[in-house]
């Protein structure tokens, strides 16, 4: 049973920073990609951030500049280093990892529970 679990949201003045981890758990065969998701009250889910397996990178424009996504591949974890946050990044964050559970199977999504970030004055 895979499990996403994510940690690193709080309140934090505008312009101030936060880090984001998302650690995966249970039997994997590999990991495809990882990304950040958010999603502020009545508003749509969007992308922030994307990592690949081969270490490329895609960013949303709000967020170019200011968030950088890495990886501990040994560690199944992905990270977020939010910078220079601003009153609009207030939304709930979530963690997606791409994974293939059995060799030669077909790719899902999992998804982290989400945890709140607040950049407010």
């Known amino acids: 049973q895979v499990q996403l679990v994510e940690s690193g949201g709080g309140l934090v003045q505008p312009g101030g920073s936060l880090r984001l981890s998302c650690a995966a758990s249970g039997s994997i065969f590999s990991i495809n990609a990882m990304g950040w998701y958010r999603q502020a009250p009545g508003k749509q889910r969007e992308l922030v951030a994307t990592?690949?397996?081969?270490?490329?990178?895609n960013y949303a424009p709000s967020v170019k500049g200011r968030f950088t996504i890495s990886r501990d591949n040994a560690k199944n974890t992905v990270y977020l280093q939010m910078n220079s946050l601003k009153p609009e990044d207030t939304a709930v964050y979530y963690c997606?990892?791409?994974?293939?559970?059995?060799?030669?199977?077909?790719?899902?999504?999992?998804w982290g529970q989400g945890t709140q970030v607040t950049g407010s004055s």
């Open positions: 990592i690949t397996s081969g270490g490329s990178t």
């Open positions: 997606n990892f791409r994974l293939t559970l059995y060799s030669g199977s077909y790719h899902n999504d999992y």
